[in-house]
């Protein structure tokens, strides 16, 4: 990110400078010809580990030209940890530029900080390097009391973040379970419309005669209208329970079927019963159709001669046999199944489309792969997911964060070597597994004045590798640092080995860091296997991970 900043003739106002790219630049505008001056100076050349010195470069140029300082991690092997604000002081008709910088070190010894590159309209110019001593803190261990060895501490595991994401799940599942009943398996409450269906017809009828009652017809003697209910009422009545086409047939049609079923015995029905009906059905034609004038009191004693018939009608009709109510109930049970099967295949299908819903809402976001192997299991996202372990190795100690613990591995040292060399070895999984592990220290014994090579013990690590049965090692090396500044080499490649179930080669990558801090040579090793894209990931967090620490701290 750029932060520019013009020149003029009043004072500006320029806000801190941001720190989050080692390409950012300060841009300021002088003068384009124009004559320049540069230089830089600390504010002490001895400081102690940690403490923070300024570094300043001072520009002095005209108006308009264009000043580009230094940003980022370009004073290695310092650190800077600020970067301070263009500080512009005009003098006479030039203005001098101050840009500061706040550096630190936190490993003892004498550094030196390299020259800087400073632009200068379309000149470049380099600052003088500058000799920076970093001490260590001095602490008079005689002035200082000694306490006992403390005991160890046992210190709860945490348990990390995964109550939230349980959390979260069983209040969804519980969201989604709960719609489901509301919409699906609750009983719902019933319309009055519903109740008055469910009513036996006979019931339905009486409460349909109440209902007319309380009607406005007669008082509006609205006769065609109140004629036209009180029809429908009994020829809704006797359709259910007499004849199931009454309500479609005409008056005479009805009365005609009425007679047979008496005369059939199928219904004990009077012959006044049946006129009566016949009268009133005729009446109500003649008022619907013929828009014959009715008297209201007429209406009133048809509507209490239908009451008188719909009593006779109930106990006219048979008592239903045995099998009948049996049948009736049989029924009823049918249509509760159909209920309860038409619920469960609805509960299904919803319940499907949200498991596909959210898997592939979550293949889109993190990958078909991914998800798939998150629900089947995959060893390497158990060990990419889980909670690593930041810990120290050897002496001089070797910081890295692995999945799981490193377990300290006595490996066999030939009696002609014991003598000139000692190793610590700390292992999680093997060369013949899928994934492992190795940081190795090895401590020479009698160096004398000779140093390590690290390319030809690479070279040695390669054949110990073969020796475990490793074949067609592909073998790349390229110079490696870690974070804290410790340089070494990294040998990289593949290789292919015997799987041991399938008994077939199986292809694998490795990665090797050797460093070498005096005599002793320390090694890091990381193996996976090759089409193992969670193994890669594991791999890149470990490397950057890695810091070394020297033997006098």
């Known amino acids: 990110m750029n932060k520019e900043l013009r020149i003029t003739n009043k004072k500006p106002k320029v806000n801190g400078l941001p720190l989050t790219s080692l390409l950012s630049f300060v841009f ?97 110019f380099f600052t003088d390097s500058l000799k920076v001593e970093v001490n260590n803190v001095v602490v008079d261990t005689t002035k200082q009391g000694l306490y006992d060895i403390k005991p160890i501490i046992e210190v709860e595991k945490q348990g990390g973040d995964w109550w939230k994401y349980l959390l979260l799940t069983l ?22 419309a519903e109740e008055i269906a469910l009513l036996p017809p006979y019931d339905r009828a009486k409460l349909a005669l109440k209902k007319l009652d309380e009607s406005h017809y007669l008082q509006t003697e609205s006769i065609k209208e109140y004629y036209s209910e009180l029809t429908f009422i009994i020829r809704k009545y006797l359709d259910e329970k007499v004849y199931d086409r009454a309500l479609e047939s005409t008056t005479d049609e009805l009365i005609e079927r009425l007679n047979l079923l008496k005369e059939g015995n199928q219904i004990d029905l009077s012959k006044e019963d049946i006129r009566n009906l016949e009268s ?37 009709l048979p008592e239903p046999t045995e099998e009948e109510k049996l049948l009736d109930e049989q029924y009823r049970q049918e249509l509760e199944r159909k209920k309860k099967r038409k619920k469960v295949i609805i509960t299904a299908a919803i319940g499907v489309f949200l498991l596909i819903a959210t898997f592939v809402g ?8 991914y998800v798939k192997d998150f629900i089947i299991g995959h060893d390497s996202i158990e060990l990419l997911e889980g909670e690593w372990v930041k810990s120290e190795y050897g002496y001089p100690p070797i910081t890295i964060s692995t999945p799981i613990v490193l377990t300290r591995t006595e490996l066999p040292i030939p009696d002609e070597m014991k003598e000139q060399l000692a190793q610590t070895t700390f292992i999680y999984g093997t060369l013949l597994d899928e994934f492992s592990v190795i940081v190795n220290n090895v401590t020479y014994k009698n160096l ?26 592909l073998v790349f090396r390229e110079k490696f640092v870690t974070p804290n500044g410790a340089e070494g080499i990294k040998t990289y490649g593949s290789f292919k080995v015997k799987n041991q179930i399938s008994q077939e080669n199986q292809e694998c990558n490795y990665v090797m860091l050797l460093f070498n801090s005096g005599n002793v040579l320390q090694q890091i090793m990381v193996t996976y296997a090759k089409d193992d894209v969670y193994a890669d990931q594991i791999t890149e967090r470990i490397l950057n991970s890695v810091e070394l620490k020297k033997a006098e701290e």
């Open 171 to 192: 209040l969804i599942v519980g969201a989604i379970a709960f719609l489901m009943y509301w919409f699906i398996w609750r009983k719902k409450p019933l319309t009055e």
């Open 448 to 473: 004398g004045e000779n140093k390590i090579d690290l390319e030809k013990s690479s070279e040695g690590s390669l054949k110990g590798m073969e020796a475990q049965g490793a074949q067609d090692i």
């Open 280 to 316: 009133i059905l005729k009446r109500a034609d003649l008022v619907k159709f013929a828009k014959s004038a009715v008297d209201v009191e007429l209406a009133k004693i048809d509507r209490n001669t239908i009451d008188i018939e719909i009593d006779n009608v109930k106990e006219a």
């Open 362 to 369: 979550f293949s889109i976001k993190y990958g078909f792969g």
């Open 28 to 124: 300021v505008f002088v003068s384009w010809f124009s004559f320049s001056q540069v230089s830089s100076s600390i504010d002490s050349t001895k400081i102690k580990i940690g403490q923070q010195i300024t570094y300043k470069i001072q520009v002095e140029a005209e108006a308009n030209s264009l000043v580009v300082f230094p940003e980022g991690q370009t004073f290695s092997p310092l650190e800077m940890i600020e970067s301070y604000a263009v500080d512009t002081v005009k003098k006479n008709d030039k203005y001098n530029l101050i840009k500061k910088y706040g550096l630190t070190q936190f490993d003892s010894g004498k550094y030196t900080i390299p020259r800087q590159k400073i632009i200068v309209g379309d000149k470049t």
